[in-house]
């Protein structure tokens, strides 16, 4: 079965949540967490910082992850991990292939398909985040 990963960073202030504009289907467009594939041979937490490492050039000292969650899709043989962490500093932001944005992490409808990748899974990371807020900030 196939892993791989979402990564919700969060500013300092916790204000702001980084998202990327994926640049190809699916979801072409659609704003979504940064991750990616873990490799084979690698572990989950490892391939979690080394995606968001690629994809925005966070280093593991500028962040500690926190794993979230997970969802398993049988049909697809595959599963994704959520983590989520809190920046320590702002850090210079570098792009692989997808444009990086912080967007707010109030006033925002990340329940919304025609702007947030997922099928509404972005939403139910987003919950999870503000159940979860202290034991993020503690990580």
């Known amino acids: 079965m196939q892993g791989y990963n979402l990564i919700a960073v969060l500013s300092p202030d916790g204000e702001r949540m980084l998202m990327c504009r994926?640049?190809?289907?699916p979801y072409q467009g659609l704003l979504n967490l940064v991750?990616?594939?873990i490799e084979p041979g690698e572990s989950e937490k490892d391939a979690a910082y080394r995606e968001l490492q690629e994809e925005t050039a966070i280093a593991p000292e500028d962040i500690r992850l926190l794993h979230l969650m997970d969802f398993m899709y049988p049909l697809d043989d595959c599963y994704v991990q959520v983590y989520a962490g809190v920046l320590r500093k702002t850090v210079a932001l570098q792009e692989e292939v997808n444009a990086?944005?912080?967007v707010p992490t109030r006033g925002e409808d990340f329940f919304s398909m025609a702007r947030y990748a997922g099928e509404g899974n972005i939403g139910h990371i987003m919950e999870h985040i503000r159940m979860n807020w202290e034991r993020i900030l503690q990580a």
């Open 22 to 25: 994926r640049s190809k289907d």
């Open 35 to 37: 991750g990616g594939k």
């Open 100 to 102: 990086l944005l912080w």
